[in-house]
């Protein structure tokens, strides 16, 4: 890698720490030492089909191990180097394309953050399996968030009704855009 790769790297990887304001573990670093590849498969804990009630309609969401499949999108999973650079004015040729990695937040949390494969800025879509007790009984809940702070945008359930019934429902301890 030459200087001005190293330098980029390390400007994104600042840029990243700085604008997530929270510690990222040693074990995910290592992690990602080890692999040298973004993520392969989506985890087994976020698959399966989820539902979602934002802005009165209701939304489709099923994740398999390569493809995440929403009501209006497609986004399919590919691996690479973790330094793997975009070279400028490059044609897109893969627009459905993306990769993922796992965050692990100081509090321990691990999210699943999804970017574009031609993404060069911002902070993606990030996902996180959740249980909470919803009317006596503990049911999964897709937590969804964005931006730095993994800010929770929405929650995907297993059932259509449990979706609409809880379409603005903020769980205790999540953060929410200030």
């Not at 698959?47 to 009630?53: A, L, N």
């Not at 934002?54 to 489709?60: G, I, V």
């Not at 909470?132 to 297993?158: E, N, P, R, V």
Request: aromatic residues 12%; without cysteine; charged residues 20%.
């Amino acid at each position: 890698m030459n200087l001005k790769q190293r330098s980029f790297v390390l400007m994104l990887v600042l840029s990243v720490m700085v604008g997530l304001g929270l510690a990222v573990t040693t074990s995910n670093k290592v992690a990602y030492a080890k692999t040298q590849t973004t993520m392969k498969k989506f985890p087994k804990s976020i698959r399966g089909t989820w539902y979602s009630y934002q802005f009165h309609k209701m939304y489709r969401y099923k994740i398999t191990a390569k493809k995440i499949v929403g009501s209006d999108f497609v986004n399919r999973l590919h691996s690479r180097s973790v330094t793997y650079t975009i070279k400028n004015n490059v044609k897109m040729t893969h627009p459905t394309w993306v990769t993922a990695g796992i965050f692990t937040l100081s509090n321990h949390e691990h999210w699943v953050n999804v970017m574009g494969w031609y993404q060069t800025a911002g902070d993606g879509s990030s996902y996180r399996r959740v249980t909470h007790k919803i009317g006596g009984q503990k049911h999964a809940i897709l937590q969804m968030a964005s931006g730095a702070g993994f800010w929770t945008d929405g929650h995907g359930y297993h059932s259509k009704h449990l979706a609409k019934k809880y379409s603005n429902h903020y769980f205790k301890g999540e953060r929410k855009n200030p």
